[in-house]
């Protein structure tokens, strides 16, 4: 079986523009996860969607965003993108809520 | 708020030896998930080992087994004959039924030959 698969894998923007990044889960899996990881804060949650709905939140501003096909594939948006949004951006899926996450290999954002 | 820490920001073992990795958590839950996960410098977290809470048996997979205190809120990480490709960045992570994974810091272990 495939595993969780994001792209691109690398994207170099400057301040202001906004990225689409994309998100394709393990097959059958119908939860996808979204997490920053940078070396100042670590990993943090992002948001959550099941079933084409935003269960979970994280701490962040409204700038973020994404969405769920009805293929359970997920896309999250940043808006006017600022130079402390560089990060490693990964996706997890999983079966349901609340079950074991497997990730993919992540996106790196770099601002300019 | 849950939170979870890992005291030891670096490690080292020499290869064919054993390594502990520590981390320890707070919540007020009884019913929760705690996971060792491992990102080697590919950046790919990959999933080491699961243990449900309210199981008192230990969790074990090949090489890999933890040590889990529930009442002291200790989620220890034990890799037996370690090996060059157990060189990554290790996090311990909890999370609520059908709730989000919250991370550890991280613990970067290195493997010398």
């Known amino acids: 079986k495939a595993g969780v698969t994001q792209t691109p894998r690398y994207l170099i923007k400057t301040r202001g523009q906004q990225v689409t990044l994309s998100c394709s889960p393990i097959s059958g899996h119908r939860s996808v996860s979204w997490y920053q990881q940078t070396p100042g804060q670590g990993l943090q949650f992002l948001f959550e969607?099941?079933?084409?709905?935003?269960?979970n939140k994280g701490n962040f501003p409204g700038r973020f965003s994404g969405r769920q096909f009805s293929n359970s594939r997920s896309e999250m948006n940043v808006s006017t993108l600022e130079l402390g949004d560089s990060a490693l951006y990964l996706c997890?899926?999983?079966?349901?809520?609340?079950?074991?996450?497997?990730f993919g290999p992540g996106t790196r954002l770099l601002v300019l | 708020a849950q939170t979870v820490t890992q005291s030891q920001p670096e490690m080292s073992v020499q290869e064919a030896e054993t390594v502990t990795l520590s981390c320890t958590y707070d919540?007020?839950?009884?019913?929760?998930?705690l996971f060792w996960y491992k990102q080697p410098p590919s950046r790919q977290m990959i999933l080491v080992i699961r243990?449900?809470?309210?199981?008192?048996q230990n969790a074990t997979e090949n090489r890999f087994s933890v040590n889990f205190q529930k009442a002291a809120k200790s989620f220890s990480l034990k890799i037996s004959d370690s090996q060059l490709g157990d060189t990554a960045m290790y996090f311990c992570?909890?999370?609520?039924?059908?709730?989000?994974?919250?991370f550890g810091q991280g613990t970067e272990l290195s493997v010398k030959p």
């Open positions: 997890a899926s999983s079966l349901e809520p609340g079950e074991t996450q497997y």
């Open positions: 243990q449900e809470a309210y199981k008192q």
């Open positions: 992570a909890f999370m609520k039924p059908a709730r989000k994974l919250i």
């Open positions: 919540t007020s839950e009884s019913n929760y998930y």
């Open positions: 969607y099941f079933s084409e709905t935003q269960r």
